[in-house]
Every structure is written in structure tokens, then in C-alpha cells.
């Protein structure tokens, strides 16, 4: 049931416009022609994509609209299922060894990737090791290497691939070894950069591998026929897959739409089938049946880049940390099911014993204005007593503006400091904090697997990464390894609880934004749509529509 139809002139003109941007063939009708000329009914899919796509490369990406994509096009020995659970996808079966540190999966007969060639161990062993390789790795390095025997060693140079604990018996047969029992491990191998690569394949396509439709190669449910960074991708079913009979779409048409107001005008006009809601529209659409909320553990957080000044400076960023209140931000000016953060982890992730995360971390960073000013005057002493021009980075879609324009705001009204705000596309504002081009950016983190280490991981490394603020913690990164060489789990929880402290109390690293929420309509003929709260998000596998 769709509202508003006096808008319909309105859609109209801004499906014009997007469709003119995107260069993207017209297939809405869901119909083709057959070879003896009559027509097949197509189950077509429209979505939206908030922002650009920054990177198709699996070794290289780190963002959730890339993995969103790389998961419905690409699959690994396992994939997860409506309920968030691991399940085996490319690999049939796995036997694990009774100290839980073998691991030998059983690869499906006859899977193939897009090409018509086999999909073999080989593909999984030389894509794991491309993303460990020192000369190729890219950020999720550590998503193996804090796993797999070897696979750090190998990353620092100082062993071997022959050396590292994966190994392909036969094209049917990958033997992996652990450091550490490790309960979520099947849940890593659904991961992105846990994916196949087809050697030959990535050899010849060399420099524009990833970069075209013609330099991926597919071994998930769908294929991609049309790609443009900036405006989207269009998906159609692999009928090389494996599970093809279990696939209830047939193409799906993936839209860069940044500004919600515009998806909303597609989706009432029918060109969409499902839209997130901006807060000023969710009390007009929260009765309709096409209603709906979905949570993610995906965590928003203010990162400081320790290097710049005057965030070089702790007592400034206690300052900035405590200075303005996400109860404001999540039910005022987002008012979409976000939920406002005290710490990194986001609610709703596992702790032990029956209890979260958060339940047994609660409330590290609370509002105070006072103690704010506080924290900023003995800063400003500290450095000379006044502060440099300062700015926000931010990406340009709409709610990452409207946080930026909240905090600009806070940030004179409690403390008397003005900040000026760079906007700039998703994969811009990511490159920009790459290459150390900011004070503090909005950024967020979307946990790759249900446990906390999932968030802890991102400040530990050598060298420290611009884009975690150049934070180099021994104290820090001592609790890190040691929550990943304790078997006893209620010790290994400790561990990091006491790095959440040191990353997000004492060091004041970042400053908590909102555990994500989003409100969305959906059309009524779509079922089964999945979003995953951890993970790639994106499931298109399971959905049907009528």
C-alpha cells in the first residue's frame, strides 16, 4: 500500500534524474523475451545504496557497502543463514579436530565460479595468504593472521607460506590450523575476506582486478553485469551456483541514492522496493503496514587522530568526548531506533554468562558538561591556551550530515568552540582518514562476528593506522593478546572489558556516538529480506517476492 500518491509527478521526476546519473538498463518491467518470443516473468529486486561503493576488492575493502555487494556476488566455506547463523555454503562438511585447532572442510562436488572453472581448496589457500601477503594485504589482514597458525608470522615477513597452518590436500580438501581454539571460527570463514580467489584469473586481470564486471570473477548467487562506483550495480542470478534452485530473485538492481528524501519519492512511486526513513518521516509511516525497524551492531563513534593537534592532547579529547549528549542526537534528531553509546562495543553483542557486553561495561563515557569544560581548560593550559581552527570530517549522505551539523552545534553551545564541517563522498571521507587528512572524522564499525574482539582488533597494529588516529597502546595491546591466548572465557571477557577501558576511558581514543537503528518501509510482496547485524549486512539469498 503506497502513501502519498500526490507525489507521484515528484517520484517521477526523481526517478528521471537517477536513472539519467546511473546510465543503468531498464529492466523494472520484469519481463524478458524467451526464445520462441513470448515472455518470462522476472522477479526483479530495486534497492538503494545510502553511499558510493568505495572498493570491490576482497583483500582490500573494509566497508560495509562493499561487503554488502562482495557477499551476494562471492561465497566462502560457509555463509550465514536467516537466523545469523554459520552454515555450510562451499564447503559441504568439516571435521574438527578434539583439541579445536584442526579444521578440515570438505568442498562441495562440482562448484564453480561465473567462468565455468572448478572452485578448489587451492583458491581458498592462495586468496588467504593474498590477504596476509605482505606486498598485498590489506586492513582485515588480522582476521586471519590472529587466527590461523603461522599467518602472522607470514605477515611480519618472518615465515613462509609453507609454514602457514592452511593447506589444500586435494582440490576438494583445506586443512586449517589454529593458534587458539577459536568457538566463532566457522562464523569467520562467511566473511568477505575469507572468500575464494581464482588465481589465474587475478594474475591476468592484474591492476584492474575488481576495478570492472569484466575483472571479477562469481562464485556466489548472483553475478554483476553493470558496475559504476558512484552510481551502483546491477545483480542477476548465477546459474552457475550451487544452490541455484534456492535463489527466488532473478536480478536485482542496486542504486547509489544518497539523499533519503529521493528514495522515498522512488519507493512511494514504486520504483523501489525497500527505503530507510529519515526522522522527520518515521511519525507520518510508523502505523503503515509496510512499516518497519531493524537493529545492527553497527557502532557510530567521533575518531580523533591523536597526531593532529589538538587532539594530540587527552585532556581536549576528554573535552570533545563529553561535551555534547547522543540522547539528543538518537531520539531528537535521528529518532530512527538508534540507541546512544557509552563505549565502542555495541549493545547487543555476546558477553559470557548469560550477559552482554555492554551489560557488563556499562556506562563508560557519560554526558557532562561541567567536566567537560574542565577537562578543556586544562588542555588549553597545556598547550598555550587557545586552539587551532578545527573540523569535523564527515560523509555526505544524509545522516552523517546531520550528526556532523549536531555536534557542530554542541560542541559552541557547551564548550564556546566552533568546528567547521568537510563533507565528502563515503569511500572520500574514508580515503581522506587514510591518509591522515583529519582531525576527527564521524566513522563507524559494523562488527564482523559476535564477539567484542571484533571491535578491539581495530586499534592494534604496527605500524598504528591513521584511519584507528595513530593510537599505539602497549597496555592496550597487551589486554588484546591476551584475551586471544585465554581458553578460560570468563578471563578472556576481562581482558576485554579492561582494553574497552583503556581505549575509550583513559586514553579517550574515540568519542561514542549510537548503537545503529534504522526505520524502513518495505513493499508487501518482499519477504524474507535479511540484514545481517553482523557480518556483510546485505543477504539478497533468501529473499522472495511475489
Known amino acids: 500500500m503506497r502513501k502519498s500518491m500526490k507525489l507521484l509527478a515528484l517520484s517521477m521526476l526523481a526517478l528521471v534524474l537517477v536513472l539519467s546519473g546511473c546510465n543503468f538498463s531498464d529492466s523494472s518491467n520484469g519481463n524478458s523475451d524467451s526464445k520462441d518470443g513470448s515472455k518470462d516473468e522476472k522477479k526483479t529486486l530495486k534497492l538503494s545504496l545510502e553511499n558510493d561503493i568505495p572498493d570491490l576488492n576482497q583483500v582490500k575493502t573494509t566497508d560495509g557497502i562493499s561487503f554488502g555487494i562482495l557477499n551476494n556476488i562471492m561465497e566462502g566455506l560457509y555463509r550465514l543463514d536467516e537466523n545469523h547463523e554459520a552454515v555450510p555454503a562451499m564447503a559441504e562438511s568439516v571435521e574438527i579436530s578434539e583439541d579445536k585447532l584442526t579444521y578440515t572442510f570438505k568442498l562441495r562436488e562440482g562448484v564453480k565460479w561465473s567462468n565455468g572453472d572448478p572452485v578448489t581448496a587451492a583458491d581458498f589457500r592462495y586468496s588467504w595468504l593474498r590477504a596476509i601477503h605482505p606486498d598485498t594485504a590489506g586492513s582485515y589482514a588480522f582476521i586471519i593472521a590472529d587466527y590461523v597458525k603461522g599467518a602472522a608470522e607470514f605477515v611480519e615477513g618472518v615465515a613462509t607460506d609453507s609454514e602457514v597452518g592452511i593447506v589444500a590436500e586435494d582440490d576438494t580438501t583445506l586443512v586449517v590450523t589454529l593458534n587458539e581454539p577459536t568457538p566463532y571460527f566457522l562464523g569467520l570463514t562467511a566473511f568477505v575476506t575469507y572468500f575464494p580467489l581464482n588465481e589465474k584469473f587475478v594474475t591476468e586481470a592484474g591492476d584492474d582486478f575488481a576495478l570492472t564486471t569484466e575483472n571479477i570473477l562469481f562464485n556466489g548467487p548472483f553475478t554483476m553485469t553493470e558496475y559504476d562506483q558512484a552510481a551502483g550495480v546491477k545483480l542477476v542470478k548465477n546459474d552457475k551456483y550451487w544452490d541455484k534452485e534456492n535463489v527466488g530473485i532473478d536480478e536485482v538492481s542496486l542504486k547509489v541514492i ?289
Open 258 to 546: 544518497k539523499e533519503n528524501s529521493t528514495a522515498l519519492n522512488l519507493y512511494e512511486a514504486g520504483d523501489l522496493d525497500r527505503v530507510y526513513l529519515s526522522s522527520s518521516d518515521i511519525q507520518s509511516y510508523q502505523d503503515d503496514k509496510e512499516f518497519g525497524t531493524e537493529s545492527k551492531f553497527n557502532s557510530w563513534f567521533v575518531q580523533f587522530n591523536l597526531t593532529k593537534a589538538p587532539f594530540d592532547n587527552v585532556n581536549i579529547r576528554k573535552a570533545f568526548q563529553l561535551g555534547y549528549d547522543p540522547e539528543i542526537l538518537t531520539a531528537q534528531i535521528l529518532n530512527n531506533g538508534s540507541t546512544p553509546a557509552s563505549g565502542v562495543v555495541a549493545s547487543g553483542m555476546a558477553g559470557v554468562d548469560g550477559k552482554l557486553f555492554r551489560e557488563l561495561n556499562p556506562d563508560l563515557v557519560t554526558p557532562n558538561v561541567e567536566k567537560a569544560k574542565e577537562y578543556l581548560a586544562a588542555g588549553l593550559k597545556e598547550i598555550g591556551g587557545t586552539l587551532p581552527a578545527i573540523e569535523i570530517l564527515t560523509a555526505d549522505d544524509t545522516i552523517a550530515k546531520d550528526t556532523a551539523t549536531f555536534l557542530q552545534s554542541e560542541f559552541k553551545k557547551n564548550l564556546g568552540v566552533d568546528v567547521n564541517i568537510s563533507t565528502k563522498p563515503y569511500s572520500g571521507r574514508l580515503q581522506a582518514m587514510r591518509d591522515d587528512a583529519y582531525q576527527m572524522g564521524i566513522n563507524k564499525w559494523g562488527a564482523d562476528y559476535n564477539d567484542a574482539s571484533t571491535y578491539m582488533d581495530l586499534w592494534v597494529g604496527t605500524p598504528a593506522s591513521p584511519l584507528r588516529g595513530h593510537y599505539s597502546s602497549t597496555v592496550y595491546n597487551d589486554l588484546v593478546a591476551k584475551s586471544k591466548s585465554e581458553t578460560d572465557e570468563v578471563k578472556r571477557m576481562d581482558y576485554l572489558l579492561e582494553a574497552e577501558k583503556a581505549l575509550v576511558v583513559d586514553d579517550a581514543v574515540i568519542a561514542p556516538l549510537y548503537d545503529e537503528g534504522k526505520a524502513f518501509l518495505q513493499n508487501a510482496e518482499v519477504t524474507n529480506f535479511t540484514i545481517h547485524p553482523y557480518g556483510a549486512p546485505l543477504e539478497l539469498k533468501y529473499i522472495k517476492k511475489k
